[in-house]
């Protein structure tokens, strides 16, 4: 049994390695799943080994597992009324999904009270051991990265990049006159690195302005000017907003924002 529950941990865990490495997107806000994919097989391979931290730590993770479903199913649950039907739907396949991984984490725990681990502490726990310091590692990692936010759009995901290109705008309103953030820039330069992908023009010129705002407030102005003229050309309505922002237009420059307007 411990050979077959730690497998099961194991296959999770590098299932959450390969989402990682594939570089797909399929969360609007994405969890540590590197860090996840490690702990995950360090708890695995400790569990196949019979080591008493693995057991444990699986049961509060487990734990702990439970305790978000619960408290995310009943935010949604108690959330209101919704304002149409599909809303409703979407609640429902939520709450639906929930449900399931709730009874996943059940079978599990049930399986591991069937797993027999060693009754002392020994060498052998120096792996889960290992593998959770190296999951708080990567998570803070994570968390000062910014990846949560910033990987779909990595990613190649127009709408996450929007999000984040709205953000930057309303961080710049609000200290229009200091110098960007680290993380502002950090997540300017993901967007002038994302080739947008959007049919309407609207969503690509929103994310080059917001880049180019972070250029400006840099003081690197000749890359906010291409910034801000690239979006004028793809998206009109971004013209008047980058002519009201302090750069060293040239005449030749503000009449082809002006030009753009008409």
């Not at 102005?221 to 060293?248: G, H, I, M």
Request: glycine letters at 10%; aromatic letters at 8%.
């Amino acid at each position: 049994m411990h050979l077959f529950v730690g497998a099961l941990l194991i296959l999770g865990g590098l299932g959450c390695l390969r989402y990682v490495f594939a570089g797909e997107t399929a969360f609007e806000s994405e969890p540590p799943f590197l860090a996840l994919s490690v702990l995950l097989i360090g708890i695995g391979a400790g569990l196949g080994l019979r080591a008493r931290a693995a057991l444990l730590l699986a049961q509060v993770a487990l734990g702990g597992t439970l305790l978000v479903i619960a408290t995310r199913a009943l935010r949604l649950y108690v959330g209101g009324p919704r304002d149409t039907p599909d809303d409703s739907l979407v609640a429902l396949v939520y709450l639906f999904g929930f449900a399931l991984a709730a009874a996943g984490a059940v079978v599990l725990f049930l399986l591991l009270r069937r797993v027999h681990a060693e009754a002392a502490f020994g060498a052998i726990d120096y792996v889960p051991l290992g593998g959770l310091a190296a999951a708080l590692v990567l998570g803070l990692v994570w968390l000062v990265a910014d990846d949560a936010r910033l990987r779909p759009c990595r990613n190649g995901s127009d709408e996450a990049c929007s999000a984040v290109a709205i953000a930057l705008i309303e961080a710049s309103e609000r200290a229009s006159s200091g110098p960007p953030t680290r993380a502002e820039e950090r997540a300017a330069r993901v967007l002038a690195e994302h080739h947008c992908r959007s049919v309407a023009r609207g969503p690509c010129g929103l994310q080059r302005y917001a880049a180019g705002i972070v250029d400006a407030r840099a003081g690197r102005f000749d890359a906010a000017k291409e910034a801000f003229l690239w979006a004028c050309e793809t998206d009109r309505s971004w013209c008047a907003r980058a002519a009201e922002v302090a750069v060293p237009w040239t005449v030749d420059e503000r009449k082809r924002l002006g030009d753009r307007r008409r």
